[in-house]
């Protein structure tokens, strides 16, 4: 790469940089924000979990109780502007997984209703692995659960995530019963 691009590429990463500072937008600068990555991969991961036949074995529930607490701390943090009491953060991260074998007993009712109410389903495993609808409802259990917990941002950004990728639209704060099916 020649010098002048690389001069070029600073001056534009500098207006960038400076661009980024949008006086209509709170100051962010003392607050983190959740990482909406990271949001997403710990989605995956707890779907790896509950469904390890499906998407595989290589889960680690340590792993998804330390990026879930740091995650929640900073949703927590931001919302509220405060400073951040780590042992809540800790708590709603033991609430939230401690509700995982009840949201998975109700993902297998659930599943129950996708088989029985498509007479297109060929099978279980089909419903699990291609059917949009049952992942839409399995990630809006997990954010509701977190909308229940009042824990701020996240919830919402899984439910806009997976109303990206499924194009199904469930607000997190949305009660639905047993047996469920889109």
């Given at each position: 790469?020649?010098?002048?691009?690389?001069?070029?590429?600073?001056?534009?990463?500098?207006?960038?940089?400076?661009?980024?500072?949008?006086?209509?937008?709170?100051?962010?600068?003392?607050w983190n924000l959740p990482n909406k990555f990271m949001v997403n991969q710990?989605?995956?991961?707890?779907?790896?979990?509950?469904?390890?036949?499906?998407?595989?074995?290589?889960?680690?529930?340590?792993?998804?109780?330390?990026?879930?607490?740091?995650?929640?701390?900073?949703?927590?943090?931001?919302?509220?502007?405060?400073?951040?009491?780590?042992?809540?953060?800790?708590?709603?991260?033991?609430?939230?997984?401690?509700?995982?074998?009840?949201?998975?007993?109700?993902?297998?009712?659930?599943?129950?209703?996708?088989?029985?109410?498509?007479?297109?389903?060929?099978?279980?495993?089909?419903?699990?692995?291609?059917?949009?609808?049952f992942h839409a409802v399995f990630v809006h259990r997990l954010a509701h659960?977190?909308?229940?917990?009042?824990?701020?941002?996240?919830?919402?950004?899984?439910?806009?995530?997976?109303?990206?990728?499924?194009?199904?639209?469930?607000?997190?704060?949305?009660?639905?019963?047993?047996?469920?099916?889109?």
């Amino acid at each position: 790469m020649n010098e002048q691009i690389k001069k070029e590429l600073k001056d534009i990463e500098k207006e960038i940089i400076e661009a980024s500072s949008n006086p209509s937008i709170s100051d962010r600068s003392e607050w983190n924000l959740p990482n909406k990555f990271m949001v997403n991969q710990i989605v995956k991961e707890i779907e790896k979990m509950m469904f390890p036949d499906f998407f595989g074995y290589d889960w680690n529930l340590t792993d998804i109780y330390l990026h879930l607490k740091q995650e929640i701390q900073a949703a927590w943090c931001f919302a509220n502007r405060c400073d951040c009491n780590r042992d809540s953060s800790e708590q709603l991260t033991m609430d939230f997984l401690h509700q995982i074998p009840t949201i998975q007993k109700l993902l297998w009712k659930d599943l129950d209703a996708f088989y029985e109410g498509d007479p297109a389903a060929k099978s279980k495993e089909e419903v699990v692995m291609s059917y949009p609808g049952f992942h839409a409802v399995f990630v809006h259990r997990l954010a509701h659960a977190l909308y229940d917990m009042n824990v701020p941002m996240i919830p919402r950004i899984m439910s806009e995530e997976v109303h990206s990728q499924t194009g199904i639209d469930i607000n997190p704060g949305a009660q639905i019963g047993e047996y469920f099916f889109i």
